[in-house]
């Protein structure tokens, strides 16, 4: 059950303390509270776990500093979509907008390997008027030999250069809770002239500790990968990880599940199941085309297939896109095979508004005025 109470409500007012101590009275019931900071107001939810069936919704709903009362599903409490409820799907961060209504283009490197490369990058973003990007400093390798990211030591002049080309949003992978520390000491000594989107990569996405650490800051949304050989559920749970510890600016990426029925892609494509986390989440739904295909292939339409996958999760409301390109693939120290080209990110735009457009189309269709 979730009890919501009174937008900015005091903490130290005497109806948050009868509140309290009378769900305090309760047996069999434990209570969990939750703080969801908005631009506009801070609401507080209070999640109650045990015996709810005999509670009475009524009497907790006559308490002064209630709202009102949701009965919710076990599954997924506080980033699932349960019946009856118009809790939002949208959160900002750094004066940009997520959320299950809009799109983001987040393209960039998959790894740093020098400023120029990073230079270039971001040069080109600001030139198509994009504010949010990817640079991996970071890396999970599967090969222990392999480079493994700059680490700490590329982080100050990524973010100097980001924010001289006004973006706002950086989503970067990290493997170690103590990266959190050193991109938020890196941030400050900066001036913050950017923000970044803490990933959890899909070789984490169950690595709960990770997850609980991400969890307990909420200075940084998280970008979470679906884990690529789990079901969508362990995958949705690892997700509420992150909220059930104080953190619900969550996105969720698909990014292909591993199997060799996938070949010739690296990944078996799931963006189908963009609507699927729309219906049964809250949270905005990412896709990674070029994780997911793993390659530069063409069809003999002389569309890539990665513009494909693009396309596909476009036309299904993705909310988000990650996507790899660098200025010299052949020179990339990560993943340069999938990596489009500088002088393709205008086409592959314009491919992604043809599809949102479409999306758009759709929407009006299933849902007129
Ligand atoms: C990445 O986005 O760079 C990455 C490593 O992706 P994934 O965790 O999906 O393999
Ligand atoms: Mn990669």
Do not use: W
């Not at 982080?155 to 959190?180: N, Q, R």
């Not at 199941?273 to 896709?287: E, G, Q, S, W």
Request: one cysteine or more.
């Amino acid at each position: 059950m979730l009890v919501i109470l009174h937008p900015d409500l005091d903490v130290s007012s005497s109806e948050y303390k009868d509140a309290i101590s009378y769900l305090d009275s309760l047996p069999n019931i434990e209570h969990r509270l939750h703080t969801v900071k908005g631009a506009q107001q801070t609401l507080t939810e209070i999640y109650l776990i045990g015996e709810t069936e005999k509670l009475s919704q009524e009497d907790i709903e006559s308490l002064p500093a209630v709202e009102r009362v949701i009965r919710i599903s076990e599954e997924y409490r506080i980033l699932g979509r349960h019946k009856d409820e118009q809790r939002t799907t949208r959160f900002t961060y750094n004066g940009v907008e997520f959320g299950q209504h809009n799109l983001h283009i987040f393209a960039g490197l998959c790894a740093v390997d020098n400023e120029k490369h990073v230079n270039i990058m971001l040069t080109a973003l600001e030139k198509e008027g994009l504010q949010c990007t990817r640079m991996g400093a970071y890396k999970p390798r599967t090969n222990p030999y392999s480079f493994q990211g700059h680490g700490k030591g590329c982080l100050p002049y990524v973010f100097e250069d980001a924010g001289k080309h006004g973006i706002k949003v950086i989503a970067m992978e990290i493997t170690h809770e103590s990266h959190i520390e050193e991109i938020d000491s890196c941030l400050e000594a900066c001036g913050r002239p950017t923000g970044v989107m803490l990933q959890v990569g899909t070789r984490n996405t169950q690595n709960f500790e990770l997850l609980k650490a991400i969890g307990r800051q909420s200075t940084y949304p998280v970008l979470l990968k679906r884990g690529f050989g789990i079901t969508l559920n362990e995958s949705l749970n690892a997700a509420e990880y992150l909220a059930s510890e104080g953190n619900s600016n969550v996105i969720f990426c698909l990014r292909g599940m591993k199997t060799s029925f996938a070949a010739p892609h690296r990944n078996m494509v799931d963006f189908t199941h963009v609507p699927v986390v729309h219906r049964l989440t809250r949270m905005p739904v990412c896709i990674d085309p070029s994780h997911s295909v793993g390659s530069r292939e063409q069809s003999p339409d002389g569309i890539l297939d990665v513009f494909n996958a693009t396309a596909q999760g476009v036309i299904a409301g993705a909310n988000m896109i990650l996507v790899d390109f660098h200025p010299r693939p052949e020179k990339a120290l990560v993943d340069g095979p999938q990596a489009l080209h500088m002088d393709e990110l205008p086409l592959f735009l314009e491919d992604i508004r043809i599809a949102r457009q479409a999306y758009e189309q759709r929407l009006k269709l299933f849902n007129p005025a």
